[in-house]
């Protein structure tokens, strides 16, 4: 592949966020602060989507789930975010003492700028739900999929109370900056995936919709053009073909095995494999990429992001590499565009100076 797109390491990163489905089970019964006292928000016909999340809708989800659930500290700040706002930091879990570390990352909850010690973590397709981390240790309410939690509060009509959170939430990342979600360190060397094979393949990575299609470039006097798809990605350009490549989670353990490293069958069958993962960073949420057998550099990062152009709101596609994540391109969403805008810098993106 082209060395400049994806010698800068074709990257990938994440996820902040985004869980999958799976199976609900839960450590301490319901509040019944909550079950009593009826649901936080009034039943409405508004429904949402378990598929495609953004950062603020995720947290939207877990707040209202939680409140209406367990009640107490959860329920207050789910009716606060509703004036005031949500607002989720992200931490490393060493700041607080969880049972379960997750990916490494703590999610804070807090509303109107009072932490009351509302904290979830991320682990594969879950959700564990604490309360009074700021006390020692947390208390664990349960461990849920996001499948569950949004059939719960569609089936409860509190498709209307998420919106109202996720309008205006923020996602600070806390970690001084360059969050990648850790790995998963139960993981096993050579994972295989029924559906995807061996290798250190745990599965495709689920490309956001808002990313998908083609988008172009005619930045750095290099015109050229990335599509996604659902799983996969491509870039044309110079000299680029255009082969398209498959987006695959990878097992964190796989690349820890030197003999993975530098066995030439691997080599061979993961070519047109890359590694992707997603990453809340600089106020975007990225979706960051490998190469499947890359052991260095800091990959590459794609963000969709709106700009005023022509007195217009666009969307665009920001791409961005290198330990700081500097900008390296911007792409749209026509060749003409692309070339009407080449070169362009614009105020609210970190490029490097």
Known sequence: M????????LVTGLALLLVGCGNQTSTS????????SGLLAPKTNSKISQGNLTPQQTVAVITAYAGNKYGNDWATTAKSG?????????YRTNKYQLSDNGQGVAYNVTANGKDTGLVYTVSGNNVTIYENAQSGQAKKLTTVSRADMVQYLNDNGQGQ????????????????????????????????????GQYGNEGPVNVPSELQGTWYTADNDEPGSVTFGAHTFKYTGGDNDGE???????????????SNITNQAIMKATKNWMRGMFVNAKGMH??????????????????VHTETINGQQVKVLVEAGGADMHVNAVYYQS???????????YDDLNYMQ
């Open 82 to 90: 509703q004036q005031n706002g949500l607002q989720v930091n992200l």
């Open 286 to 303: 990225w979706l960051l990429m490998h190469s499947w057998m890359q052991t260095a550099g800091a990959g590459t990062y794609y963000a």
């Open 244 to 258: 398209q490549m498959a987006i695959y989670k990878q097992d964190p353990a796989f690349l820890n095995n030197d």
């Open 335 to 345: 060749q003409s565009m692309a070339k009407q805008q080449a070169g362009t810098k």
């Open 161 to 196: 109370l998420i919106n109202n959170l996720a309008t205006g939430a923020k996602v600070v990342d806390k970690t001084n900056g360059g969050l990648t979600t850790p790995a998963n360190n139960g993981s096993q060397t050579g994972k295989s995936s029924t559906s995807t």
């Open 2 to 9: 082209n060395s400049k797109k994806l010698g800068i390491a």
């Open 29 to 36: 019964k319901d509040a019944s602060s909550a079950s009593s």
